[in-house]
């Protein structure tokens, strides 16, 4: 693909761009182990190299590489380096740059491998965009394209200054609208001006007097942090606007401009952008890289790519990996985030100033103009400033990206190209990451989530430059070298493999030899197999369970004494449930009481090495789930078990390759007793020794394989050394970390088992194990094949329990006896004693200075370091010692407002207690003037029952009077004859019916003297009723006043004594209902 090996193109948005100045933002900090190499490998004996030649060279000890080369190869072990990456022809010497090991590589005949090409695209998709949205037919009094003289630039006139306000945050777009929207709204003098846009980044944006062209104000593109315009639609679309800031201040300004010619705001953006680029020359569309050499630098970049989908509770979240066919699983119709982290591995550190565009496009081997930019959410170094982090927003409901939006089929997957272009301080030239992954659209229902599974996609980039000469470079320019060409590890890979012959598939091997174990699963891809990965099953038998149940158990009985059937058990593997327990017990860690307590001590204390320690933490077994998490619980106790070491050991302190063997210790223990095991590993195994004296007894580690190998495989041996292919270039990971940094963990933990149960002479067995099995392949590459293969196939073809379990039992059946190595190791030591004999004493003078300055170097890095560290510590310091003062500040005036309410709330006590003594009164008062009332009322009705009683008894009286009365009348009508005959018993009158004419006189006079004394009673029986109702009536009254009277007092109460008169007025209520 074109585009992989390119500088990519600058991708722009087209109503903001940003740019990340890293003078005012990113710290760089300096690590005093990355110091840059200072021979550039021009001298093959100050860069330790060996030349062999056509024919082959004898068996010599320098073949197993210099002192220099061993201390640089423990970079190895966390870099992955392959020392043949930089190999181009049949006369060039390969090595790795900047303190990898180099070697020579023999003359071979071959395909040379195609050279590098650049490509840099000068208007790209984004690019043309802009130029499509620019205004074409603009006035000529606009004049875009008159030029500022002695600068390239394009002025704009016809342009309003609104002025200029202060904001917090440079690089938003939200606050910046917004203060466009206030100062347009708000601005009362406008100023006529005309702006100069420079056409390069070293250039300075100018504000010119339009009649006058005199210059009003400048502001360099690298204080410039952020352009926007107003959204069409608005009252602001007529606007533009830029951020900057002042130098070494933390205060950012805006300042906004009106322009009276819409359409040209675009024009101005897309001249902001283009300032923005760090390439002001035009570069052909395609220049061929020249040749390597060996004084071009290259610098390596690891690039990482995360997708977070959201998971409906408002995060994000990691989408997972298949675990076969390492493919992005995504759910369709999800919103989600792409995360780039970009971390420089090798050679001096560049800055990376800012992030133009981050690009996605479905499919693979796209073009320039198929990408499409994603909206950027954030950019800049991560906490630990090791790593540039830029992510975008990704919405695949988008028509672009529908063939990503749609379920693929289970047997299938897809690929999608992303891309980021960062413009780096000391590159002339934007530089393009291009990323291929696979992904895999599943159903919303299918189960994402994979133990053990890595969550992420890296590649290798390898960035040839060249440094610039002083009279290439631009003024004011902070540029030291240009692009000579951008490579993946993939295309690497894959460019040697089409240089390289195939490897051929062997015909017939030895019945002896054993054949190279079948791995089904997928080893087409060129990625190795990272650090932590394999699952180790807890299941076991339940034979074998209580067979090393026994065992144990007489082993705790007598720890002093190993059991004899111990080293049978071990060599079939100890049960994943046991290891914690049986290696604590094979390392003698059952009495580490004295180590527990001070590791405890240890970790409190600072290290020296605590900046390496904590980047090869971040690298450690970036695979498993425990380690993966940056400042998760297994980062943290990894940190503290390498941080105490290297305390604890002052010699040989902390060394790469140490965070992998601790970090196989913490999945079976607590780090207390991890990091005994380590101490005892280190010192009672011999491991530290490897690391002394300029690595001797690892070089001797080197010969003793070697002869090993012209012992028992002399073809395999004989082939390696036509190649020139040496023990140190394939088993320095293999003896320094004890297979534990690239193998499997179910491999891993079975060499553990067998390391602690016979010794460190365990990792000789393996070895010629590992060559035996892939013999038949090795004898078929060539010398970048082979390394291909150590560092790939190997470790990946033992993922499989299976292949894993019959390596180790090959290795098992090996006897290599200490006799045999005692042997090779004198012959070592005697050919090294005539090495240094032979050895002229300038020679090995010269050697000793040049160590001594490269100690003396590294001593001087580390200075530097401590002594930035120290003066950033001040600074840390001063500003907790500012914030303090602050906090003081705010904490005295806050007390003296505490006071001042204390003040206030005493007097307002003050009042409340005169109030209450006031009510308290007038609640008296009120109170006896109702209990005079009570009394009064009380009085009344007492009378008024009185007259009521009087009255009852008069009429009781005269009830009495008048029925005596009418009781004597009935008497005297029954004595009379006449009046009998006229009324009957109950004193109605009968008629008769023979009436005598004669006494009708009589009877008329006493009828009607009998009405008159009726008549009378009955008025003198009304009258009485009469007055039983007006009495009544004033008892009515007299109540109504006694209510009247009750309802004042209650109104005269206040609210805080309403229970005391409410039950007052209750009880003389219920009193005065008894009364009545």
């Not at 182990?33 to 093959?44: A, H, L, R, V, Y």
């Not at 190869?73 to 090991?101: F, I, K, N, R």
């Not at 200490?818 to 005697?830: A, G, N, V």
């Amino acid at each position: 693909m074109d585009d992989k090996a390119s500088v990519g193109k600058i991708s722009v948005s087209s109503d903001s761009v940003s740019t990340l100045n890293s003078e005012d933002f990113v710290l760089v900090s300096r690590l005093g182990d990355e110091t840059p190499s200072t021979n550039n490998g021009s001298d093959d004996e100050k860069t330790g190299l060996k030349v062999i030649s056509e024919e082959g060279v004898s068996f010599k000890i320098v073949g197993n590489g210099s002192e220099q080369q061993l201390q640089q190869e423990l970079e190895d072990v966390l870099m992955d380096p392959s020392v043949t990456e930089l190999v181009d022809g049949p006369d060039h010497l390969g090595g790795v740059e900047h303190g990898y090991p180099t070697t020579a590589v023999p003359p071979r005949s071959g395909p040379v491998p195609p050279k590098l090409e650049i490509v840099l695209p000068i208007q790209g998709a984004q690019e043309s965009e802009l130029n499509e949205r620019s205004y074409r037919d603009e006035p000529s009094d606009l004049s875009p394209g008159t030029p500022v003289p002695d600068e390239d630039s394009v002025v704009f006139s016809k342009l309003t200054y609104l002025g200029c306000a202060s904001v917090n945050a440079p690089r938003s777009e939200v606050e910046a609208l917004r203060m466009v929207s206030i100062l347009r709204s708000q601005c009362q003098m406008p100023l006529d001006v005309s702006l100069s846009v420079p056409g390069v980044s070293e250039g300075t944006v100018r504000l010119l007097d339009p009649q006058t062209s005199t210059e009003i104000a400048n502001y360099p593109i690298y204080k410039i942090l952020f352009c926007v315009r107003g959204h069409d639609g608005t009252p602001e679309s007529d606007c533009i606007a830029f951020t900057e800031s002042h130098y070494n201040s933390e205060i950012f300004r805006i300042h906004v401009f009106r322009c009276e010619i819409q359409e040209a705001v675009s024009r101005i953006l897309y001249s902001f952008a283009t300032a923005f680029r760090r390439s002001a020359n035009k570069a052909p569309l395609a220049a061929k890289a020249p040749p390597l050499t060996p004084d071009s630098d290259v610098f390596t970049f690891t690039v990482s790519l995360e997708i977070k989908e959201d998971d409906g509770k408002g995060t994000f979240s990691a989408v997972s990996k298949d675990k076969d066919r390492q493919s992005f699983k995504l759910r369709p119709g999800m919103d989600k985030k792409i995360v780039i982290y970009v971390q420089q591995t090798s050679n001096k550190e560049l800055a990376i100033e800012r992030c133009f565009g981050l690009l996605l496009s479905p499919g693979k081997n796209v073009k320039n103009s198929d990408m499409h930019l994603l909206d950027l959410e954030s950019m800049g170094k991560s906490s630990d400033g090791k790593s540039y982090i830029i992510t975008g927003r990704w919405n695949p409901n988008t028509p672009q990206f529908h063939a990503v939006n749609e379920e693929t089929p289970k047997d299938k997957f897809m690929y999608m190209t992303t891309a980021v272009d960062l413009v780096i301080t000391e590159v002339e030239e934007p530089v393009r990451f291009l990323l291929e992954t696979r992904v895999r659209v599943c159903s919303p229902n299918e189960r994402l989530f994979w133990p053990f599974s890595k969550r992420s996609y890296t590649e290798s980039f390898y960035l040839k430059l060249r440094p610039m000469e002083n009279t290439e470079r631009k003024s004011n320019s902070d540029t030291l070298y240009e692009v000579v060409s951008l490579e993946s590890e993939t295309e690497r890979e894959r460019r040697k493999t089409t240089a390289s012959p195939g490897i051929l598939s062997s015909g017939s091997h030895s019945s002896m030899v054993p054949s190279p174990p079948e791995d089904d699963e997928e080893e087409d891809n060129d990625e190795p197999l990272l650090s932590g990965s394999g699952d180790v099953s807890k299941e076991c038998g339940e034979k074998i369970l209580e067979t090393w149940g026994d065992l144990l158990s007489k082993w705790h009985l007598n720890l002093a004494v190993r059991p004899k059937q111990l080293p049978a058990l071990v060599r079939n593997g100890v049960p994943e449930a046991l290891r914690g327990e049986v290696w604590q017990l094979l390392a003698g860690c059952h009495n580490n009481d004295h180590l527990v307590e001070e590791y405890r001590t240890l970790i409190t204390k600072e290290s020296p090495q605590d900046s390496a320690i904590t980047r090869d933490i971040n690298r450690t077994f970036p695979a498993h789930d425990y380690f993966k998490d940056t400042g998760g619980d297994g980062q943290d106790s990894l940190y503290k078990i390498c941080k105490a070491y290297s305390v604890y050991d002052e010699e040989i302190g902390y060394c790469q390759g140490q965070s992998f063997l601790a970090a196989v210790l913490l999945l079976h223990m607590p780090e207390e007793q991890a990091f005994s095991v380590l101490v005892k590993i280190m010192f009672e195994y011999g491991l530290r020794e490897l690391f002394k004296q300029n690595f001797e007894d690892l070089h001797c580690k080197f010969f003793q394989l070697e002869r090993l190998m012209q012992e028992c495989i002399p073809d395999l041996y004989a082939h390696f050394l036509d190649l020139g292919l040496e023990a140190h270039m394939y088993a320095s990971q293999w003896f320094l970390t004890l297979f534990t940094a690239k193998f499997p963990l179910y491999m891993v933990f079975h060499i553990i088992d067998l390391l602690l149960c016979e010794g460190i002479s365990v990792i000789f067995n393996v070895a010629l194990a590992l060559l035996k099995t892939s013999k038949d392949d090795l004898l078929q590459t060539d010398f970048e094949g082979a390394l291909k293969f150590f560092r790939v196939p190997v470790p990946k073809r033992y993922r499989s329990e299976e292949n894993a379990k019959k390596l180790m039992e090959l290795a098992c059946s090996m006897k290599i006896s200490q006799k045999k190595l005692k042997k090779y190791e004198k012959e070592y030591h005697t050919i090294r004693e005539q090495q240094e004999q032979q050895e002229a004493p300038i020679e090995r003078y010269e050697r000793e200075n040049r160590r001594l300055q490269e100690a003396n170097m590294r001593l001087e890095q580390e200075n530097d370091d401590l002594a930035h560290e120290l003066v950033s510590s001040k600074i840390a310091l001063r500003k907790d010692l500012d914030n303090a003062e602050e906090k003081s500040d705010a904490l005295n005036k806050e007390l003296l407002i505490t006071k001042q309410k204390l003040v206030e709330s005493e007097d307002e006590k003050r009042r409340l207690e005169e109030e209450s003594a006031q009510l308290k009164e007038m609640c008296r008062r009120e109170l006896d003037k109702s209990e005079s009332e009570i009394k009064k009322n009380g009085s009344i009705i007492g009378e008024y029952k009185q007259i009521c009683s009087q009255l009852s008894e008069r009429l009781e009286k005269q009830q009495t009077a008048n029925r005596g009365e009418l009781e004597k009348i009935r008497m005297k009508v029954e004595g009379c004859e006449k009046c009998s005959i006229l009324f009957s018993k109950e004193g109605r009158l009968k008629v008769v019916s023979a009436r005598k004419e004669g006494s009708e006189e009589d009877t008329d006079e006493e009828k009607e003297a009998l009405k008159n004394q009726l008549r009378e009673m009955e008025l003198e029986l009304a009258q009485t009723k009469l007055q039983l109702v007006e009495a009544e009536c004033k008892i009515q009254d007299l109540e109504h006043h006694l209510g009247l009277a009750l309802n004042e007092v209650q109104a005269a109460k206040k609210t805080w004594f309403n229970r005391t008169l409410s039950s007052i007025k209750t009880v003389t209520g219920a009193q005065g209902k008894e009364s009545v």
